[in-house]
């Protein structure tokens, strides 16, 4: 969120590299978690990936609130 904030990158860069993100987040979830049994692996997984959209939620907000501070400047 701070860095679409700031304008370093765009919501939709974010969005389009889902794909990624999801393989990234299964690795590093499969090698983090102590056990060998899949569902410990989604009970890491599943928040990761929750929190990734939630940003891209508040990244849309930020987007329109920048948008609409351009707008009512001109």
Known sequence: WAIVRAGLIERATLAGSRKLV???SAVFAAVITPSTDP???LLVLGPMLL????GLVLCRAAERSRERVARDLD
């Open 22 to 24: 999801v393989l990234g």
């Open 51 to 54: 929190l990734y959209e939630v």
């Open 39 to 41: 569902w410990s692996m």
